[in-house]
C-alpha cells in the first residue's frame, strides 16, 4: 500500500466530498488494505472508483492522487490494460495540470504510471516516466521510505526490457542493498533477487551464468522464509507472484510452500 503522499488539513482525515458528505480517507485506506487482503479484487476496484469521483474538486487533487496511484496499481495486478491506461492517463494529466512533476506527490504518480506501462510492454514510454521520477526521487525521497527502492527495482525491469543489462544490473542491486536492510521489504528484496536471476541468465546458458543465478534464487527463499516477514496481503501477493519464478529455477517443492501460504492468508482473512 502506498504511504499518503499529504498531510490534511482537516482534522482526523476528515474530506468534504461533492455530495457535502465527510470522506475519512485513512478509513478509506484501512478497508482497501482489508479487501486486499482478502484477495477482494472486484470490491477493492468499486471501493476506489467510488471515492475517486466523490473526491473530484481540485482542492483535493492530492486526496484524488492517492486513490488512483492505488487503482492503477490494481488494475496492473488484475492485468487490466484498457481501464489501466486511461486512469493512468488521468493521474499523469492531473500531474500535469497541477504542476505537481517537480516534487514527491507528482514523481510517485510517474512512478505507478511507468509501471503500468512497462507492465503491459510500453518500455520506452514507461523508461521515460522511471527517468522522470528519478530526477525527483534521488533529490528528495527517503530511502527508508521503500519508495526509492521501487523505483529502482522497476526501472531495471525496464532497462532489462530495452537490452540495457548492464545499467539495469545496476539499478536491481541498488535496490536491493536497500530492501536486504529493512525487515519491513524482506518480501521485496526476494523479488529483486529473483529479477536479478533471471538478468543473469538472460541470453546465455553458461554454467557460471546458471551457479550464480542459483544463489540469487536461494537468497530470495531465504528472505520470504525469515520469520521478521509479516504474514499480511502484500506477503501472500507476494508468494503468489514468486511462486511460478521459483518453479521455473526448478525450486517446485517450496513453490507450492509458497502457493499453500497465499491461500491460508486469503483465507484467514476472509474468515474461511
Avoid: W
Amino acid at each position: 500500500m502506498n504511504e499518503l503522499f499529504y498531510e490534511l488539513q482537516q482534522e482526523n482525515g476528515l474530506v468534504q466530498n461533492r455530495s457535502g458528505r465527510l470522506v475519512q480517507i485513512p478509513r478509506v485506506l484501512a478497508k482497501l488494505d482489508a479487501l486486499l487482503a482478502a484477495n477482494d479484487y472486484a470490491d477493492a476496484e468499486k471501493l476506489l472508483l467510488f471515492n475517486i469521483s466523490e473526491c473530484s474538486a481540485d482542492e483535493y487533487i492530492p486526496v484524488r492522487l492517492t486513490l488512483l496511484n492505488e487503482l492503477i496499481g490494481l488494475l496492473r495486478k488484475t492485468n487490466q490494460k484498457e481501464k489501466a491506461f486511461s486512469y493512468t492517463q488521468l493521474a499523469l494529466k492531473t500531474v500535469s495540470d497541477a504542476k505537481l512533476e517537480d516534487i514527491e506527490m507528482g514523481a510517485t504518480v510517474q512512478l505507478n504510471a511507468a509501471t503500468v506501462y512497462n507492465h503491459f510492454g510500453e518500455h520506452k514510454t514507461a523508461l521515460e516516466l522511471y527517468e522522470k521520477a528519478l530526477e525527483v526521487y534521488q533529490k528528495d525521497a527517503t530511502p527508508d521510505s521503500g519508495r526509492l527502492a521501487g523505483l529502482y527495482n522497476n526501472y531495471a525491469l525496464a532497462l532489462s526490457a530495452d537490452s540495457q543489462n548492464e545499467k539495469a544490473e545496476q539499478f536491481f542491486m541498488s535496490a536491493l542493498k536497500l530492501t536486504e536492510e529493512n525487515k519491513e521489504m524482506l518480501p521485496e528484496a526476494a523479488i529483486t533477487c529473483l529479477n536479478i536471476a533471471d538478468l543473469k541468465l538472460k541470453g546465455t546458458s553458461s554454467e557460471q551464468a546458471i551457479l550464480t543465478a542459483d544463489e540469487y534464487v536461494s537468497r530470495a527463499q531465504e528472505f520470504l522464509n525469515r520469520p521478521e516477514n509479516k504474514r499480511d496481503g502484500n506477503y501472500a501477493f507476494v508468494c503468489e507472484k514468486c511462486a511460478p519464478v521459483f518453479e521455473h529455477f526448478g525450486y517446485f517443492v517450496f513453490a507450492e510452500e509458497l502457493k499453500e501460504r497465499a491461500d491460508k492468508i486469503y483465507a484467514g482473512n476472509t474468515g474461511a
